[in-house]
């Protein structure tokens, strides 16, 4: 079973569409996760950190549900720059006491805004 | 500034050859990383350094040996390698867990290497 499973895409959404990504997690014991965008041939960049209650920032909106182990992340008002490829991203639980722990990542959603 | 630097952006090496890769963090964080990546896939760990120490090996082979001079510092030593190693060789950095925000991963923009 795959640790972080996110639909390929791609997705073409037109210029100022709203579009969801959804992701599903397989270790009941993680605690922290992360939507980083990545563009093509750069490293990936944190996004946004996503928290039980549900965060949002600016156009974007995280949401986390523990109980069925899924996370999903919207974009509102969709913008050219935004064409990217998504990663899902939850840290791992490797390390004991808490300490630093490395990051599993999804494949990646990637999405093409269309003007 | 979640600035961590690399060099050097591009390498190319014989599969006999020994390099080193570099990176940098001015941000006082305490957690460095390793990270490998082939194309068309995500990040995969490499290693995990805490305090300086390393923390976590992901079972990598022996030619690549990383190296924490200082909190500011990682090195990733290269020696025989082949030439399916060639990928994006990623840094990261993060603050040490039990801070706000502590968990978040910034990370530098690569060393794209490639074994001839």
């Known amino acids: 079973r795959k640790e972080v499973e996110q639909d390929p895409g791609p997705f073409n959404v037109p210029e100022g569409a709203t579009v969801a990504f959804n992701c599903t997690y397989s270790?009941?014991?993680?605690?922290?996760f992360f939507w980083y965008r990545q563009d093509c041939r750069k490293e990936p960049k944190l996004l946004m950190s996503v928290y039980s209650s549900g965060n949002e920032d600016g156009r974007f909106t995280a949401q986390l549900n523990r109980a069925s182990q899924y996370i999903s992340l919207l974009i509102r008002d969709s913008k050219l720059s935004d064409s990217a490829t998504y990663l899902c991203v939850v840290l791992g639980t490797l390390s004991s006491g808490g300490g630093a722990d490395g990051l599993t990542f999804g494949k990646g959603t990637h999405l093409i805004i269309q003007p | 500034d979640t600035e961590v630097t690399q060099t050097p952006k591009h390498l190319v090496m014989g599969m006999t050859n020994k390099k080193s890769l570099k990176c940098e963090q001015h941000?006082?964080?305490?957690?460095m990383y390793w990270y490998k990546q082939k194309a068309k896939k995500p990040p995969e760990l490499m290693f995990v350094?805490?305090?300086?120490?390393?923390?976590i090996n992901e079972s990598v082979p022996s030619r690549f040996s990383p190296e924490c001079p200082n909190s500011s510092l990682l090195n990733l030593h290269l020696h025989a390698l082949q030439p399916e190693d060639s990928a994006l060789y990623l840094c990261?950095?993060?603050?040490?867990?039990?801070?706000?925000?502590?968990?978040?991963?910034?990370f530098g923009p690569g060393t794209r290497l490639t074994v001839t």
């Open positions: 941000m006082g964080h305490r957690a």
């Open positions: 990261a950095s993060s603050q040490m867990p039990g801070l706000a925000g502590g968990h978040e991963q910034y």
């Open positions: 350094y805490s305090y300086e120490k390393l923390s």
């Open positions: 270790n009941s014991a993680s605690q922290s």
